[in-house]
């Protein structure tokens, strides 16, 4: 990373640093979500597994960080959003047994031009149906108005024809635990959906106080994992002068940080109060690591190469998918159907976008 690029993440740091700690009081009626240690590593397996753009290894599961404690994962469809650069899928997991759909964080350009644009980012659009609410109408855009929605509201659908009311568990990483959060509001909202989870990792700010309130109590199974001194979760700022204006998280935050004296390391997780901001937390430190941003529990959350969006498969897959007039891509499969064994030959008819 060049010299000017650390000298504004400088900058960024001191902002967020004087952006201190006085709490919009939200009501607290509802239980909020229990986190588990153990749902956290694999989610997080799923969160990175999503970065690939290998389509044939990921439809058939069967890529590099398609085994561990995601092994056995159905998926349903696999959305790629050419226009957008967006990548989602939602299939069934056995552990937990759970509809799980998964968002891909940025992959476009470099992840330090993505941190800068999202120090600046506004809180200007009014959250449909909830008064006062305000969110930042790209993160809000992403889910809702691209090819991502429709296609995964419509593998949910089908997966729960099959397997019946199982849980739907929402992840993503960075941007894509933006998008994880709007999909479990979504679905809880205007899909009748009851047993919704999300669990998002490094997750940026994405609405005001009155949006946090309003999803903590439509939402309350909600996880937020922030990893030591990453940046990410401390944007865009929270201006604690502004409370009514400021963006702020929602809860349960779970912070994982290190404790050391000289070689004994603990590492600790701590689980947050009720505010979402609370200020013992993540909070408590100056976020400004990006290589924080990109490790939680251990798991790589990023993509092979930072590049533009490009899309990888080959024939075999290439029946089960469907192109939109603007190149988007919807790979789709019926899970009545036993899991595809597809002899993932490495055929060359790849297809680079
Ligand atoms: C935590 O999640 C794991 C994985 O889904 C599950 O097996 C375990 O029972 C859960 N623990 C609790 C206490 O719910
Ligand atoms: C959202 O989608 C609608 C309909 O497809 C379109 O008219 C509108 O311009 C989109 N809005 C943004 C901000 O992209």
């Excluded at 997991?93 to 800068?116: K, L």
Aim: hydrophobic fraction near 40%.
């Amino acid at each position: 990373m060049g010299g000017r690029n650390w000298l504004i993440l400088g900058i960024l740091a001191c902002l967020i640093a004087f952006s201190s700690a006085r709490e919009l009081k939200v009501r607290e009626d509802n239980k909020l979500a229990v986190y588990n240690h153990t749902l956290g590593t694999i989610l997080v397996e799923y969160a990175s597994a999503v970065y690939l753009s290998d389509l044939t290894e990921l439809f058939t599961w069967t890529c590099p960080r398609c085994d561990g404690l995601t092994a056995g994962f159905e998926v349903i469809d696999l959305v790629v959003d050419v226009q957008h650069c967006l990548q989602a899928f939602v299939g069934v997991a056995r552990d937990p047994n759970a509809i799980v759909i998964a968002f891909r964080g940025t992959q476009e350009h470099s992840i330090q031009n993505w941190i800068e644009d999202l120090f600046w980012k506004q809180l200007d659009l009014n959250y449909p149906g909830m008064p006062d609410a305000m969110v930042h109408h790209g993160f809000y855009f992403a889910y809702h108005n691209t090819t991502l929605r429709p296609a995964i509201l419509n593998a949910v659908k089908q997966a729960k024809e099959i397997y019946g009311d199982i849980d739907i568990m929402a992840t993503g990483h960075s941007m894509g635990g933006a998008m994880a959060a709007f999909c479990g509001l979504d679905l809880t909202v205007n899909h009748e959906a009851k047993n919704v989870q999300v669990m998002t990792f490094g997750q940026p700010r994405i609405g005001n106080a009155a949006f946090a309130s309003y999803y903590r109590q439509l939402v309350p199974n909600t996880i937020r994992v922030t990893n030591d001194h990453d940046i990410v979760p401390h944007l865009p700022p929270y201006y604690s002068y502004f409370p009514q204006k400021t963006y702020h998280h929602f809860p349960r935050e779970v912070w994982l940080y290190n404790i050391g004296l000289e070689s004994l390391v603990y590492e600790v997780e701590k689980i947050c109060d009720k505010s979402g901001e609370d200020p013992t937390c993540s909070r408590s430190v100056t976020g400004n690591s990006i290589s924080d941003h990109l490790v939680y529990y251990g798991v790589e959350l990023m993509c092979e190469t930072w590049r533009s969006c490009r899309i990888v498969s080959d024939p075999l897959v290439a029946e089960y998918g469907k192109t939109d007039l603007q190149g988007n891509l919807i790979l789709s499969k019926d899970p009545a159907t036993p899991i595809l064994k597809m002899k993932t030959q490495s055929s060359e008819g790849s297809n680079h976008i």
